[in-house]
Structure formats: C-alpha cells, structure tokens
C-alpha cells in the first residue's frame, strides 16, 4: 500500500515516489519559451501541482485527465507552496488492492473529508475473497466515483451530492457495532450495509438529476447489475460467501423471517440511517 499524498508531503524536501491520480494535464511554455508539462498530482487525501520539463514525459500521449501513474520527483517550495518537479513517470492500469479508496481523488467526492471515512471502513474488511471483492467494486472508476459523488435521493432522504456516500458509511457504523455476530456473517454484514444503495449510482446523478434509467427501473432492481461481475468473481473464490452475500443485499422484509439474522439487522439500519437523517431535516 503506497502513502497518501498528504503524508508524503509532511516532509519540506526531498524525493517523493507513489500511485497518484493526474488531474487536468497542461501542455505550455515558459517566457523562454521552453515547453513544460503541468499536472495535478491528487488522491484521497490532497492534491499538489507537478512540473516537468523533460521532452519524454512532455509527449506521453498516455498522460490523461483522471489516469493513474506511478511517479517520482522532487519536492520544492515555489511561490510559497510546495510543487514537485517529476523525474520519472509511468501510466498505469494497475491499482493495487489497498489503494482503491486512497486513489479516489478528493475533487471527484462533494464531502471529501467523507474518503477518510470510506478508506478506513474499507479496512475492516479482512476477509481475504471479500476485501478483493470490495477493492475491485470501488476501484471500478464508473462505480466508485459515482458511489462518493451522488445522492442518495432526490427529494428525501440524504438529498445532496455525496450524500450516498453518507448514508452508506451511516449503515455501516451502525453494523460495525454488533461484534457478536461470527466473523463471516460480520463482515459480509459490513459489506453489505456499505453496497446496499449502489444501484442508486445508475439513477441519479452528482448533479443532483435523475438518469433515464432510473426514470423507469428501480433501484434495487440495479444492485445486482452493477455488482454482477464482482459477485461472480467472488463466487468463484468464495462461493458461500457470494451467496450470503446476494442474500443480504435482496432481503427487504421479503419474509417474515431471513434467513440470515445479519439480513434483519442490515435492513434495520438502512432504515435507521434514513429515519434519523429525515428527523434532522423536520428539526432544522
């Protein structure tokens, strides 16, 4: 697992080297008239600007707004503020299973201090089929930006941009107390709670709009749709697991009784969050 780029940046000089996210690469030239490339560096954490002007990494085409690479540079005070002057840079696919969250840039997510949260929700998933299955969710660019950016309603409950993400995490805390459950039905409790609401990711939008799907098929109804080659992927590696976990994820009083204690409590929560957060709005 690499360092956020905030903690790399707690040192005043030196080399600095990690996976980050580049923002809105700028292609110019100095009053010399020598070219340079500018980039944002960003992850969860913060973001920091980078220069190079070396005539290689001026013409990488692969150096694209929201693309990943591993970097290396210096950093150096200018203008009052620290910048990194890059000495080598590779683009690239591969985002290890740790830094899902960490390479969510901040700027993608309304209430970024939020990432902090998910990052270390994400942890408490030890379990190793389930914590690739939640890696492999949240580094999916289409899903995980979505996840931290849009609302969880329109005109209900959690009704901002992020506020998906909040309620989600909400559902989670609420889980995470009841450590009396045995560790697999714990976790895949946890996991659930965190990913109940991610069909709401293909109906509405951080700008606060309604998708036209999501104009005509209900959420729930999309869950599995955008979870489906992660939970056979999961089935694969760990077959009880994937089928406990689809259990928790469709099981909304469908029954008088789940099948899975976790399944009631999961349901219980998801409407607690909702509840408490309607209950703040009708007092303010």
Not at 254 to 267: S, T
Request: hydrophobic share 40%; aromatic share 8%.
């Amino acid at each position: 697992m690499y360092s956020t780029l905030q903690a790399l940046l707690m040192q005043s000089r030196g080399t600095v080297s990690g996976l980050f996210r580049l923002r809105d690469p700028y292609w110019g030239r100095t009053k010399h008239n020598q070219p340079y490339l500018r980039i944002r560096l960003e992850d969860s954490s913060t973001n920091i600007y980078a220069y190079s002007w070396q005539p290689d990494i001026y013409d990488n085409q692969n150096i694209i707004d929201l693309c990943c690479a591993e970097l290396k540079g210096i950093i150096r005070w200018y203008a009052d503020k620290k910048v990194i002057d890059i000495s080598g840079i590779h683009v690239t696919q591969d985002k290890p299973i740790d830094d899902a969250v960490r390479l969510i840039p901040q700027g993608i997510c309304p209430q970024p201090w939020l990432l902090a949260h998910l990052q270390g929700a994400v942890a408490k998933i030890t379990i190793p089929p389930l914590q690739k299955f939640v890696a492999a969710v949240l580094g999916d660019d289409g899903i995980g930006f979505a996840f931290v950016s849009c609302p969880a309603s329109l005109n209900h409950h959690h009704n901002y941009p992020g506020g998906l993400l909040m309620h989600s995490l909400d559902c989670f805390k609420m889980v995470e107390k009841h450590h009396n459950f045995p560790k697999i039905d714990y976790e895949l409790g946890l996991v659930a709670a965190l990913l109940h609401d991610i069909g709401k990711t293909l109906t509405m939008t951080h700008n606060m709009e309604r998708t036209s799907i999501g104009a005509s098929i209900e959420h729930d109804k999309l869950t599995f749709e955008v979870l489906g080659p992660f939970l056979r992927q999961l089935a694969r590696e760990w077959p009880d697991g994937a089928t406990q976990l689809r259990y928790l994820l469709n099981w909304k009083l469908r029954r008088n009784i789940p099948r899975y204690n976790m399944a009631d409590l999961v349901a219980c929560c998801d409407r607690m969050s909702t509840g408490l957060e309607m209950e703040k709005r009708m007092a303010s």
